[in-house]
């Protein structure tokens, strides 16, 4: 991809995430990494509104190299997660109702209560509460990111979460905060079952084995 589409690319997420209201008013903030460039949102907008001009191209230190505006307050949180990572080529960073509702708590969401959580979302880190934008913020992904944890809930704020493309990190948001919403009503209605881990092991290896095609 150009870096023109690269930054329509994640202005299109960055649209699709406000529009479906998994974050709030200027909330939030999505990156595509491309080598060694960064094309990031800007601080403190509205993202039904964003265009592809409105993306601001960083690299690796988090220096602005093109762009109006200022890059994302949580650049440094960005940088961090490409860089343990180099698989990630895409972050979401978002408020979404229900999953942030489990971070205010700080209680860990049920992530066997449903084949896809367990399949798109295990394991999932749960970061303490850090000064949003800060370097302390972005250095406590580290531990997570080294085991493998491609999903944060992050105390009293949000969520993060990392792909190998945009649909791939949007995909995550939504069944984040699908099954953080599915809890909350299950438990309205009643006990809240997982299922056992020895049947989430086999799903996990038949839906690999299916992927493979053996
Ligand atoms: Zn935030």
């Known amino acids: 991809m150009s870096n023109i589409q690269l930054k329509k690319e994640v202005a299109r997420f960055a649209k699709l ?33 964003l265009t592809e001009d409105d993306i601001i191209t960083i690299d690796k230190d988090g220096n602005k190299i093109e762009g109006k505006k200022e890059p994302s ?35 860990k969401l049920p992530v066997y209560a449903l084949p896809e959580s367990a399949l798109v979302l295990d394991p999932i880190t749960y970061i303490e509460y850090q000064m949003p934008g800060t370097q302390e913020f ?41 099954l953080a919403e599915v809890s909350f009503i299950s438990k309205l209605y009643g006990d809240l079952n997982e299922i056992p881990i020895e049947k989430i092991t086999a799903f996990k290896e038949f839906f690999n084995k299916n992927k493979r095609g053996d």
């Open 17 to 49: 995430v406000w529009d479906r209201k998994l974050t709030d008013g200027a909330g939030g903030n999505m990156s595509i990494k491309d080598e060694d460039r960064i094309y990031i949102t800007p601080t403190s907008t509205i993202k039904h509104f």
């Open 73 to 107: 307050s949580e650049r440094r949180m960005h940088i961090k997660i490409y860089e343990k990572a180099p698989e990630v080529k895409a972050i979401i960073h978002a408020h979404p109702r229900y999953a942030t509702s489990f971070a205010v708590t700080f209680q």
């Open 138 to 178: 972005a250095d406590a992904f580290a531990k997570g990111l080294e085991e493998g944890s491609r999903v944060f809930v992050l105390q009293n704020h949000g969520i993060t979460v990392a792909g190998k493309d945009m649909e791939d990190a949007y995909m995550k948001l939504e069944t984040l905060e699908f």
